[in-house]
């Protein structure tokens, strides 16, 4: 757990959010309980839960919460606190933006609410699940959104339209705060999420990317919301004068690295726009991509006393990226470690279009434009691209055409990414349902576990480890013409040995332990577990008695148990018969031995 002391995994609950509420219930009876954060804002409404596999319902009625306030909620506690302080009660709240609510059953939702498929539509007719998603998508712009409501038996939940986007003067308010930087002093143990942001800088809020695999736009919306350059250079000097700081910046950025102050050139479109991305299937011709704000930001930031290195860690999007070339040349030649990390996410146009990413063409040309200046500015720098294995739409075919890429340009990723379905998104209901939301068309889905283990193999088929699910995955899919020792093969012909070596360790482990056999107790018919091995003196526990004589009464097996899989003991040899006895638990030879033993060497 990333957010845990020490990366400690078990400190947390599942689904947080409801042991929380519960608990806040218990310490402060009869005081409303509000929940907020990225958990209650995607499951606001009825959603696919991958950990139980199943839809459940919504968030407000498992956790009891009065309100359920959705998106970052900076502006929403301010506002709820308020009116709760002059007298207001929670009830009255209802009409907030951004708010979630539970209503009674004998109460009546309001009239101009969309209705979704209810709870029992969408858990039983997965056609309904999908149309659910579309309606909640198409109702995700703060500026023409829709009220939506959702039965749960006779029970609706009600949730208002998304709040408006903050004003850049919010955004400086509240990253004007004086926050600490440092983890509550009550942890002990570094904390990996924190290690890794603790010296990074967020410029921005919100994407329209519209990535359907990507919660970011559910929680913090497609409007880009960004800080005042003059925020954003006094963070870095409030940081420099830090006595911890190492004088670099690990981050400028935000959920995207280059969509800073970037918006629609005319708000009057934007206030009617229901368009689920800004970028895809082309870039909309009236987004304002101009890069020169934050070309100024970076080149202000990086001269800013106490200030070694700016680097950027956030992904970028490639395809406004290669708009400006000036943002080009600064990104290769002043905030780039030695290896950028970008996310093109896959090659094959089928799934690309499911993930409402851009073409790998636009991957190719980026890459082409940074080593061009990387070249100019005599600098040996590398991309570092991630990709998704298993996304909805993705099949074996689809798999082998990424992995012949990655072949053919000499990548080796490190980290393979296993698309895993959050609630709330487009993506998650194409993996639930096999469906694609807006479309209605089958989408392929790569759900069981031997499936997606071949994807992951196949990103990484150039180790040694992976070489025989890699070589069941092409034989699989028809390809075994990438099976061969010619220099566009994916793998060889012949086994490597590290493969062999891979595949018998990891058997080994597989039935390394003790065994356990089920015998029964003589004269009473049941059941019982015993492990195979040896009593305190020495003695074999199986057919025989405390004399080391066999027992009378009912036979218990024909056939002892056999010997097994034993990892070989270092002090130990063959014994009288000529036969290794290493870990072997059946061979008690001092008090003689029983059926189990005399059988076993009889077959020998």
């Known amino acids: 757990d990333a957010y845990s002391p020490g990366g400690q995994i078990g400190l947390r609950p599942d689904r947080a959010t409801l042991s929380y509420c519960q608990r806040a219930r218990e310490a402060y009876r009869g005081v409303p309980v509000i929940a907020g954060g990225v958990e209650a804002s995607l499951r606001r409404l009825a959603h696919y839960d991958f950990w139980s596999d199943k839809v459940r319902r ?40 951004g708010i979630a609510y539970a209503m009674g059953a004998s109460e009546s939702p309001p009239e101009d609410a969309v209705q979704l498929p209810s709870f029992e539509e969408t858990r039983d007719d997965k056609f309904a699940f999908a149309e659910a998603t579309k309606i909640i998508h198409n109702e995700t712009n703060p500026y023409n959104a829709r009220r939506l409501v959702q039965y749960h038996d006779r029970q609706a939940i009600v949730c208002n339209p998304p709040p408006l986007p903050l004003s850049q003067e919010s955004m400086d308010r509240i990253y004007a705060m004086p926050y600490t930087r440092r983890p509550h002093p009550r942890y002990k143990e570094t904390i990996p999420a924190h290690e890794m942001i603790k010296d990074s800088v967020t410029i921005m809020r919100g994407c329209f990317g519209g990535c359907t695999f990507c919660s970011i736009t559910t929680h913090q919306g497609r409007i880009i919301q960004s800080r005042s350059k003059e925020s954003v250079l006094s963070e870095i000097k409030t940081m420099s004068n830090s006595p911890d700081f190492k004088g670099i910046v690990s981050d400028i950025g935000g959920p995207t690295a280059n969509m800073y102050e970037m918006k629609c050139a005319k708000p009057e479109v934007e206030a009617i726009c229901r368009r689920q991305s800004c970028v895809h299937p082309t870039i909309c011709k009236l987004l304002d991509t101009d890069h020169a704000p934050l070309v100024q930001l970076m080149k202000e930031a990086r001269e800013t006393p106490g200030i070694r290195k700016v680097l950027v860690a956030s992904g970028i999007r490639m395809d406004l990226a290669r708009r400006s070339p000036e943002y080009m040349r600064d990104l290769v030649r002043h905030h780039v470690g030695g290896h950028l990390k970008v996310a093109p996410e896959h090659t094959d146009p089928g799934v690309l279009d499911k993930m409402r990413k851009p073409s790998n063409d636009d991957f190719e040309e980026f890459t082409d434009a940074f080593n061009e200046e990387s070249a100019k500015a005599g600098k040996k720098q590398y991309i570092v691209p991630y990709f998704i294995a298993s996304h909805p739409g993705c099949d074996l075919d689809a798999m082998i055409h990424l992995a012949v890429f990655l072949k053919q340009n000499g990548y080796k990723p490190d980290q393979v990414q296993d698309f895993i379905p959050a609630p709330f998104d487009v993506a998650t209901a194409m993996y639930y349902t096999g469906i694609d939301p807006f479309s209605k068309k089958p989408v392929f889905i790569a759900k069981h576990l031997r499936d997606r283990k071949l994807q992951r193999a196949l990103m990484q088929f150039f180790k040694p480890e992976n070489y025989f699910e890699v070589r069941r995955a092409l034989e699989k899919a028809g390809r075994t013409d990438l099976i061969g020792d010619g220099c566009d093969s994916l793998i060889p012909s012949r086994p490597p040995r590290e493969a062999i070596d891979s595949r018998r360790d990891d058997a080994n482990k597989r039935f390394r332990g003790e065994y356990v056999h089920t015998v029964g107790e003589p004269g009473k018919g049941k059941m019982k577990s015993k492990k195979v091995g040896q009593s305190k003196g020495g003695q074999s526990k199986v057919g025989q008695s405390k004399g080391g004589q066999s027992k009378g009464g009912p036979r218990k097996s024909r056939n002892g148990p056999g010997k097994g899989y034993r990892p070989k003991a270092q002090n130990s040899g063959p014994d009288n018969s000529g036969h290794d006895n290493s870990g072997d638990q059946n061979s008690g030879n001092q008090g003689g031995q029983g059926k189990a033993g005399s059988r076993k060497k009889k077959k020998r």
């Open 58 to 97: 919504s968030i407000l009625l498992d956790s009891k919460a009065d309100l359920v306030a959705f998106g970052m909620g900076e502006d929403s506690i301010l506002e709820m606190t308020r009116r709760l302080d002059a007298g207001e009660t929670v009830k009255d709240l209802r009409d907030m933006l």
